[in-house]
């Protein structure tokens, strides 16, 4: 799958390249798309999870705590905020993208 993504960034860390991006996908990354359903529904990347911000709390059960997670949102914010929520329930392997939606 290929993703017209620039970088990502894991929650604390440095910015991985692309075919980081695609080997996580590859490897069974979980693709999240934290905005609301009806942005969700005007655009989305290929292969993505829609998990709003305000119902990650628990919609969170829905992904394997074992593998990678790739958040995105309409801002960095909001993925940022993704990931510190997924990082209290015990998700390690988190990472967001950079650029905005």
């Known amino acids: 799958m290929s993703l017209a993504i620039q970088t990502i960034c894991r929650a604390g860390a440095g ?8 080997a996580l996908l590859a490897s069974g990354g979980q693709l999240v798309d ?3 359903p009806a942005e969700f529904k005007q655009h989305s990347l290929p292969g993505a999870l829609n998990l709003p911000m305000d119902s ?3 919609e969170h059960r829905r992904l394997n705590a074992r593998r990678p ?3 995105y949102g309409a801002s ?11 990082a209290g329930k015990g998700f390690s392997r988190i990472y967001h993208l950079a650029a905005d939606l």
């Open 15 to 22: 910015s991985l390249a692309p075919a980081c991006v695609e």
């Open 34 to 36: 934290v905005r609301s």
């Open 56 to 58: 990650l709390s628990y």
């Open 69 to 71: 997670v790739i958040v």
């Open 76 to 86: 960095e914010v909001r993925s940022t905020r993704a990931a510190r929520l997924l």
